[in-house]
């Protein structure tokens, strides 16, 4: 294997787990709001311009995201007391628990969809957790 096989077997993985934790009628964000938001995640109460400077997006696209994060009610804001002109960013009590329960569906319909036979798709789950044992 070399880093263009790892790459593209790496975005079927995010595929088949976005296909595993999905149902039909889920909120679709885009590429840069699940960025903003897998941001705020791991650094809650940050500021447009941290996230900006973590993310690498401009800043523009940035408040636009959070904007439209807080319109899905995904985020809460507020103004940060030491600077009125900043906005803090905090992700939801609704939205941790709406994203741990899609964490921990199980992913066995959407293997065996991919692969289309039960019996390689039990041989690939099978793969998968010891491949999480031996990177994790």
Excluded: C, F, N
Aim: proline residues 2%; neutral net charge.
């Amino acid at each position: 294997m070399d880093g263009g096989q790892l790459y593209r077997l790496g975005r079927r993985l995010v595929e088949l787990s976005r296909a595993a934790a999905g149902q039909s009628g889920d909120l679709v964000l885009t590429a840069g709001q699940t960025v903003v938001l897998e941001d705020v995640i791991k650094h809650p109460g940050g500021s447009v311009g941290e996230i900006q400077e973590r993310t690498g997006l401009v800043q523009s696209h940035v408040s636009v995201s959070v904007a439209k994060l807080r319109q899905h009610g995904l985020v809460r804001t507020t103004a940060d007391p030491d600077d009125g002109r900043k906005v803090r960013v905090w992700v939801t009590e609704d939205t941790m628990r709406a994203i741990t329960r899609r964490a921990t569906r199980g992913v066995d319909e959407s293997i065996t969809s991919a692969v289309g036979d039960p019996e390689r798709a039990r041989r690939v789950i099978a793969l998968l957790d010891e491949l999480a044992d031996l990177l994790a």
